[in-house]
């Protein structure tokens, strides 16, 4: 499939740091639901800097369709694909950390995981999440 893409825009998401940039991607890998068309470009950032890099190409871009993605459990592609670009924020961007009775965890964190981690130190608070098959930046948008 050719990349429909501004070259421009192609030649700046390649200068990321390896392997973070992905092109003609089937939805259904990326998916909960396994369904969906091709997807022109995913880029799962590896870093914080990484992501804000990738926001500010794509920010100058305006015309180029942009989505953050989690795990797509409450999102569903069709077979068209997505003409643009996906910026997945998964296991990469996940680290959990706790200080005293509160948890901090960046947006690729996994739901199910925040809730066993918070109750093996006895808090209190989340128990109802623990089932929502996610991750936490999705958890909080929707
Ligand atoms: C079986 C099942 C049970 C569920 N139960 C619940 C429930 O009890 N309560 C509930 O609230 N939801 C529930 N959901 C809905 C959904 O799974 C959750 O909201 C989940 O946390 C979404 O996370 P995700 O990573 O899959 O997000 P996605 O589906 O990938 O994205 C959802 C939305 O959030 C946006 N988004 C994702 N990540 C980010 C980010 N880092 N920054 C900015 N925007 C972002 C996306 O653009 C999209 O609009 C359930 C879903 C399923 C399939």
Known sequence: MKISLPSALVDKLNNLQ???????????????WKIGGIAQC?????????????????????EVAKLIIGDCSNLLFDDEGFNGV??????????ITFHGD???CEAGAWVP???????????S?????????????????M
């Open 86 to 95: 996906l910026i997945k924020i998964g296991n990469e961007l996940s680290k």
């Open 18 to 32: 390896e392997d973070v940039v992905s092109y003609c991607v089937p939805l259904s890998e990326l998916s909960y």
């Open 42 to 62: 995913v880029v799962e950032p590896n870093s914080i800097e990484c992501l804000q890099d990738a926001l500010k190409i794509t920010s100058e871009f305006p």
């Open 125 to 141: 608070g989340i128990e109802h999440i623990c089932g929502i098959p996610g991750r936490i930046g999705g958890l909080v948008y």
């Open 113 to 123: 995981e925040v809730a066993y981690h918070s109750y093996r130190r006895e808090l």
């Open 102 to 104: 509160e948890v901090y």
